[in-house]
C-alpha cells in the first residue's frame, strides 16, 4: 500500500488509569508509537486490553491520564471541548463496529450529518454525501433509511459518513465485527480501497487476524503494554 515517510500519529509514553471510589484500574502504560501518513496499522488484543480506550485517545474521545498524542502536529492533550470536537470533525474519521446511524434519516442524510454539523449548506452537504454513497456502492439506496438497509450497507454508510469531511485519520473500531463473514470479507475490502485510492491513514482495531495480517503493521496490546508484532505471528 502506497506510504511516505511523513508521521501524522506520534504516541509518547501513553498511561490510563481509571478511578471508580477508592480503586482504581491500570489499563496501560508507557505507550509510545508513531504512524506515518499511508499506513493501514492494525491493532490486536484480547477483549478489555484497552484496544478501544486506546483508539478513543487517539481520536481526541477522550483523555490520557499521563503522555501525549499528536495527530497532524496538534497536541490533543492540549485542545478544550470544543477544540477537540472540532478536530475530530476536521481531521478524524470514525467507525464504530455499531453503524450509529440516525434512524429517521436517510442514507444520504446520515452521512451528510457532518458536514451539516461544521455548517456547510446542505445542498453542498447532500451533493458531497452522495458522491460518497457512490464511492461505497450505495448509490441506489441513497434515499432508504437505516433501518431499510441491511447490516453490511449500514456499515457503508457509517463509513461514508466517517470518510465525507476528507479526515487525515480513519479509525475503526471492529468495524467487521457485527457481520457474518462475507459481508465482513467486503466491508474490509472496501475500506482498503478506500485507504488506499484517499490516500489515507488507517487505524483498525480487530479481532479478526486474517484482516491484521493483511495490514502494513500489527500491534498487540498485551497486559498493558503495545508490541509491534510481524503479520507471520499474528
Known sequence: MHQIDTEILKVDRLKKVYRSGKGSLLLFENLSFSVRQGEILAIVGESGSGKSSLLHMLGALDRASEGDVYCAQVRLNSLDSDSAAEFRNREIGYVWQFHYLLPEFTAVENVA?????????????????????????????????????????????????????GPKLLLADEPTGDLDNRTAEMVFELIAKLHAEHRLTSLIVTHNLEFARRCDRVLRLHQGRLEEVTAGSV
Open 113 to 165: 450529518m457532518p458536514l451539516l454539523a461544521r455548517g456547510e449548506p446542505a445542498g453542498e452537504a447532500l451533493e458531497r454525501a452522495s458522491q460518497w454513497l457512490r464511492e461505497v456502492g450505495l448509490e441506489s439506496r441513497a434515499h432508504h433509511r437505516a433501518g431499510e438497509l441491511s447490516g453490511g450497507e449500514q456499515q457503508r454508510v457509517a463509513l461514508a459518513r466517517a470518510l465525507v469531511t
